[in-house]
């Protein structure tokens, strides 16, 4: 079974309005980190929050880790158009574990 | 820097062949790991190499083998592609086991 799992699988908004998508996870972690996918590209890297963070920034992200949840989420503030694409979290049990993703769509 | 590339592609294979995919990387690093990615099942760990000689199984490991000679390569070999070898591959690599995953840009293989 998935170690990260996103939720939800598809969200669709509006250009301007904020995207947040969740991650929950199973087992203890080291870390999470989350990585955007471009249609038909590969994955990159967006932000890592170790388990001893609660929250971190990266321009416009901002990802909160509550390890007593076991939850993560991802908030893309002021969305545009290029945020469009898939998001994954990714967890460390003991391998480096992938969601299935949540599908972001900006529209115009 | 190059970063991770992945050769070839795209790929059609029958089934029963066998092929190589390549991937690079010149960033010097130890860790280098082997994704499919298949629609609505997220990526999955195939193998993984934490140096030049080592290499250690993932999730879905059957029907792949790969070496590790140097630091930059880390091929995987289709022993004898099946259809449920049909997917996207994606090479990674990282300074430290299961940090920031640099990504290539995928091989995509259909096999009929």
């Known amino acids: 079974s998935q170690q990260g799992e996103e939720d939800p699988q598809a969200l669709s908004i509006q250009e301007g309005e904020n995207a947040t998508m969740n991650c929950s996870y199973k087992?203890?972690?080291?870390?999470l980190q989350w990585y955007r996918q471009n249609s038909g590209r590969g994955l990159v890297h967006l932000i890592l929050?170790?388990?001893?963070?609660r929250e971190k920034h990266s321009g416009r992200l901002r990802v909160t880790l509550d390890t007593s949840k076991k939850s993560s989420s991802l908030l893309i503030t002021a969305s545009r158009a290029a945020d469009t694409a898939s998001y994954f979290c990714?967890?460390?049990?003991?391998?480096?574990?992938f969601g299935q993703g949540t599908r972001l769509t900006i529209n115009p | 820097n190059a970063g991770v590339t992945q050769t070839p592609k795209f790929q059609v294979l029958k089934t029963g062949q066998s092929m190589t995919l390549q991937c690079a990387q010149d960033?010097?690093?130890?860790?280098m790991s082997w994704y499919r990615q298949d629609p609505g099942m997220g990526l999955r760990l195939i193998h993984y190499?934490?140096?030049?000689?080592?290499?250690d199984q993932g999730e879905v490991p059957n029907g792949y083998n790969v070496s590790r000679s140097t630091t930059e390569d880390f091929p995987l070999r289709l022993l004898s592609a099946a259809p449920s070898q049909t997917s996207v591959y994606f090479c990674?690599?990282?300074?430290?086991?299961?940090?920031?995953?640099?990504f290539g840009p995928g091989t995509r293989l259909l096999v009929l």
């Open positions: 990674a690599s990282s300074l430290w086991l299961w940090e920031t995953q640099y």
């Open positions: 087992t203890s972690i080291n870390n």
């Open positions: 929050i170790r388990s001893n963070e």
């Open positions: 990714a967890t460390d049990a003991r391998r480096l574990v």
């Open positions: 960033m010097n690093h130890e860790y």
């Open positions: 190499s934490v140096g030049a000689g080592i290499t």
